[in-house]
T-cell receptor, first 113, second 113 residues
């Protein structure tokens, strides 16, 4: 499978715990994006990497959220001290620098109880 | 920022009929307009897109039209099949960004056999 891969697919955590999600983009894609999707809504932009550089962070990304892409390949999204409002589908997408088509992974569904 | 409105929120058609979903956007500098299909529990799948220098694009049973003057674009699905049932999202790449997509709220399409 050469698409965008996300792990885990599902995560249930207790409020206050930290969680980390992983995204493996399509191999030749140097742009990587994180989006969040809540029930009944479209995806909302969180952050964007070009290679290893994080070039934009949405105001939706509070201080409890951090994303990294250390080698310009896979990326991780960490949420510290999770809150019930963090429950959502976290989607990763990737694209080529000169090509705007963005391809999404299957997402990680986070439930904070 | 960009504002994208999508209508209708739900659409039910009989198998074989056509379905049309419409989106409007606010930023006249927007230049790329993709459509995504999302099945339950899965990530959004890019199904067709159009750029601002083109008025219409067709791929088998699906087509997209763009009216830049009116700032709206539409998805047309002909000869609908039950497997077309899903949530469809329009998105807009704003003129001030070549990476951030703003999504509509989605349309739940149900194709009745």
């Amino acid at each position: 499978d050469t698409g965008v891969s996300q792990n885990p697919r599902h995560k249930i955590t207790k409020r206050g715990q930290n969680v980390t999600f992983r995204c493996d983009p399509i191999s030749e894609h140097n742009r990587l994006y994180w989006y969040r999707q809540t029930l009944g809504q479209g995806p909302e932009f969180l952050t964007y990497f070009q290679n290893e550089a994080q070039l934009e962070k949405s105001r939706l990304l509070s201080d409890r959220f951090s994303a990294e892409r250390p080698k310009g390949s896979f990326s991780t999204l960490e949420i510290q001290r999770t809150e019930q409002g963090d429950s959502a589908m976290y989607l990763c997408a990737s694209s080529l620098q000169l090509n705007t088509e963005a391809f999404f992974g299957q997402g990680t569904r986070l439930t904070v109880v | 920022g960009e504002n994208v409105e999508q209508h209708p929120s739900t659409l039910s058609v009989q198998e074989g009929d056509s379905a049309v979903i419409k989106c409007t956007y606010s930023d006249s500098a927007s230049n790329y307009f993709p459509w995504y299909k999302q099945e339950l529990g899965k990530g959004p799948q890019l199904i067709i897109d159009i750029r601002s220098n083109v008025g219409e694009k067709k791929d088998q049973r699906i087509a997209v039209t763009l009216n830049k003057t009116a700032k709206h674009f539409s998805l047309h699905i002909t000869e609908t099949q039950p497997e077309d049932s899903a949530v469809y999202f329009c998105a807009v790449l704003s003129g001030g960004s070549n990476y951030k997509l703003t999504f509509g709220k989605g349309t739940l399409l149900t194709v009745n056999p």
